[in-house]
Nanobody
Framework: QVQLVESGGGLVQAGGSLRLSCAAS????????MGWFRQAPGKEREFVAG????????YYADSVKGRFTISRDNAKNTVYLQMKSLKPEDTAVYYC?????????????????WGQGTQVTVSS
């Protein structure tokens, strides 16, 4: 079992930055690939960024590539999403997710565990 708790969301102006954190419980955190997904009002949940169990591989959605950076600290059981140059279209609830495969998968059906989500609102 893995429990995930996100933090760091909030309201920011366009062009600003935020860093999301996801704290995980469970002794097997380091064996999971981790991902960030988001869901905007009226839209389906979508993949944003993923990182392999070791942190050696990362992958990003085209819409955030070059602006967002995912990282993890297995000693702290925490995964981060650094978001820069934020745009109004980045407004969404951001979810942290754990995938037992260990490697990055972008499908919303892949993760075994989800956090409760944290709201990110970017004003124009």
């Amino acid at each position: 079992q893995v429990q995930l708790v996100e933090s760091g969301g909030g309201l920011v102006q366009a062009g600003g930055s935020l860093r999301l954190s996801c704290a995980a419980s469970g002794r097997t955190f380091s064996s999971y690939a981790m991902g960030w997904f988001r869901q905007a009002p009226g839209k389906e949940r979508e993949f944003v960024a993923g990182i392999s169990w070791s942190g050696g591989s990362t992958y990003y959605a085209d819409s955030v590539k070059g602006r967002f950076t995912i990282s993890r600290d297995n000693a702290k059981n925490t995964v981060y999403l650094q978001m820069k140059s934020l745009k109004p279209e980045d407004t969404a609830v951001y979810y942290c997710a754990a995938d037992s495969l260990g490697q990055i998968r972008t499908s919303v059906s892949a993760p075994a565990y989800w956090g409760q989500g944290t709201q990110v609102t970017v004003s124009s």
